[in-house]
């Protein structure tokens, strides 16, 4: 597991909780953009979890589905770990890295990524690392991104199949 500089080691007790409304209000967008992925793709990525409101939206949305969770937070990991322990079904589909993102361990091909209010985190150089990283394994799964849900679809990308 690699160093992460964790910004939430204090005010990721209260994440979980602030960041609710945000799901209720964007949770549909999410689930909508995601439903048509291929089952057989590969594994669904949750960049940067949290504690996990996205993981159990991906799952119920695609009920095939196995999904990665990635949470560098030690904080925020034990709440995503929580949650899907008690889920019995999450409990079988979920797995959980904890590597800062660019240092995970990448699954040959993914079937999408979802990267919910993540992306700010990220310098410039970051993302460039984190597109050239993962695109080759989104390519491979034929998957589709979003950064931030909004109705016109615009910050989702499909890579070509
Ligand atoms: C605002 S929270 C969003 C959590 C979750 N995606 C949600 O929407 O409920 C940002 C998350 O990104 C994670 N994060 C920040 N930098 C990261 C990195 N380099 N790799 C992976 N996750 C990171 C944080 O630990 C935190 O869980």
């Known amino acids: 597991m690699s160093e992460h500089d964790d910004p939430y080691d204090r005010s990721g007790q209260f994440l979980d909780l602030m960041i609710a409304t945000w799901w209720e209000h964007n949770g549909a967008t999410v689930a909508e953009a995601l439903k048509d992925l291929p089952a057989d793709a590969g594994p669904v990525v949750d960049a940067g979890a949290g504690g996990g409101r996205g993981t159990g939206l991906i799952a119920r949305t695609l009920p095939d ?4 969770a990635v949470e560098p ?3 925020l990991r034990s709440v995503l770990l929580a949650r899907v322990f008690e889920d019995p079904d999450l409990r079988t589909r979920v797995s959980v890295d904890g590597d800062d993102l660019l240092a995970a361990r990448l699954p040959d091909r993914i079937g999408g990524l979802v990267a919910a209010n993540l992306i700010g985190h990220l310098g410039p150089h970051e993302r460039d690392r984190l597109w050239g990283t ?3 394994a989104w390519h491979r799964g034929r998957s589709r991104c979003s950064t931030c849900p909004r109705r016109s679809n ?3 990308w ?4």
């Open 134 to 136: 993962w695109l080759p």
């Open 158 to 161: 499909r890579a070509p199949g």
């Open 65 to 68: 589905a196995h999904v990665l």
């Open 154 to 156: 615009r910050s989702m």
């Open 73 to 75: 937070s030690l904080l």
